[in-house]
């Protein structure tokens, strides 16, 4: 529930009692897909444009990608890197440290 608001209705938040997160004037227990809980402003904040989920902010806090890209390191990229492989059709993997490129 809101712990300050401009108006009666339920998405009218300004501000959230602990333990939520404001989103589009509402106050939510857990934050929706593409956006993560930003603890310093308790808000649901939205992930890169790169991530289609993600831990944080910005472009290297990834936690999935949209089709077509491949998470490398908490990045999303088109291809994997010279030292990374394709383990999956969504992820890279580093190859092994004897290695300097890879392909499974």
Excluded: I, K, R, Y
């Excluded at 809980?37 to 944080?56: I, M, P």
């Excluded at 936690?63 to 994997?80: D, I, K, P, R």
């Amino acid at each position: 529930s809101c712990a300050t608001c401009d108006g009666a209705s339920a998405n009218d938040c300004l501000s959230c009692e602990s333990g939520s997160f404001l989103s589009n004037g509402e106050c939510v227990s857990e934050c929706g897909a593409g956006t993560f809980e930003n603890a310093e402003s308790v808000t649901c904040d939205a992930c890169n444009v790169s991530c289609e989920e993600c831990d944080g902010a910005g472009s290297s806090n990834c936690t999935s990608c949209a089709q077509s890209m491949f998470l490398e390191t908490g990045s999303c990229v088109n291809s994997c890197g010279s030292s990374f492989f394709s383990d999956s059709s969504t992820t890279c993997a580093p190859c092994d440290f004897s290695c300097a490129t890879c392909d499974g």
